[in-house]
């Protein structure tokens, strides 16, 4: 059962554009965390969200994390070549497991 | 800090094998988790240990299993290796505490089964 579903699956812009990636689920999370994986690399942890509604910014990247903690959102501005990649959210129980999303892969061209 | 670390890095076996996946986490993390990720499938849990206890299970079949050291060093087990099994194996570390702690990644080993 995959509990959180990511949108798009694939995404293709052109260098400066800038994109929204959803993670939307139907169960509430204690907190939900966002990666990026290149390949052949293990996923990077990019930020943890943890409260409902918070808002945080890491330069060009915002996450959202929904006011019901059931959904989250990572916009990123005028993207880059280097942001291409594999982008994860994972949302955690109460219990420390953790329930990754489909996955979003992310391709900026030059 | 070093990162988590896994070995090995990659490894081809043979169906009806077992092998044996090791991962070493952050010192100080006293939790390690197991995924399996495919093209397929994406990332999935197969189990979490916290100080040497399993503590939280997936829905993998009894093939899988695990183990945890005092060290908090963990590895893996797959026995009767079938052909669906070829996958990158991923270890995450935190500091263990409930709620979802930070999880950090090893790089991973890449099984490829024959």
């Known amino acids: 059962t995959q509990l959180l579903e990511q949108s798009p699956q694939f995404l293709s812009i052109q260098e400066g554009e800038n994109l929204t990636v959803y993670c939307n689920s139907s169960?509430?999370?204690?907190?939900l965390q966002w990666y990026r994986q290149e390949p052949g690399e293990g996923p990077v942890l990019l930020v943890t969200?943890?409260?409902?509604?918070e808002v945080k910014k890491l330069k060009r990247l915002t996450f959202q994390f929904g006011d019901a903690r059931k959904d989250s959102s990572l916009h990123i501005t005028a993207a880059q070549p280097g942001d291409t990649g594999l982008y994860l959210c994972?949302?955690?129980?109460?219990?420390?497991?953790?329930?990754f999303g489909t996955g979003t892969s992310l391709t900026v061209i030059p | 800090k070093a990162g988590v670390t896994q070995t090995p890095r990659y490894l081809i076996k043979t169906r009806g094998q077992q092998v044996t996946l090791s991962c070493s986490p952050i010192?100080?993390?006293?939790?390690v988790s197991w995924y399996q990720q495919t093209p397929g499938q994406g990332l999935q849990f197969l189990f979490e240990?916290?100080?040497?206890?399993?503590?939280n299970k997936g829905n993998f079949p009894g093939r899988f299993s695990g183990r945890q050291f005092s060290n908090s060093r963990s590895e893996m087990n797959v026995s009767t290796l079938e052909l669906g099994d070829s996958a990158l194996y991923l270890c995450?570390?935190?500091?263990?505490?409930?709620?979802?702690?930070?999880?950090?990644f090893g790089p991973g080993t890449r099984l490829t089964v024959l």
């Open positions: 169960s509430v999370f204690s907190s």
């Open positions: 969200v943890v409260t409902g509604g």
């Open positions: 994972a949302g955690a129980n109460t219990g420390n497991q953790f329930y």
């Open positions: 240990y916290f100080s040497e206890t399993q503590r």
């Open positions: 010192s100080g993390h006293r939790s």
């Open positions: 995450a570390s935190s500091l263990g505490g409930l709620g979802g702690d930070e999880q950090f």
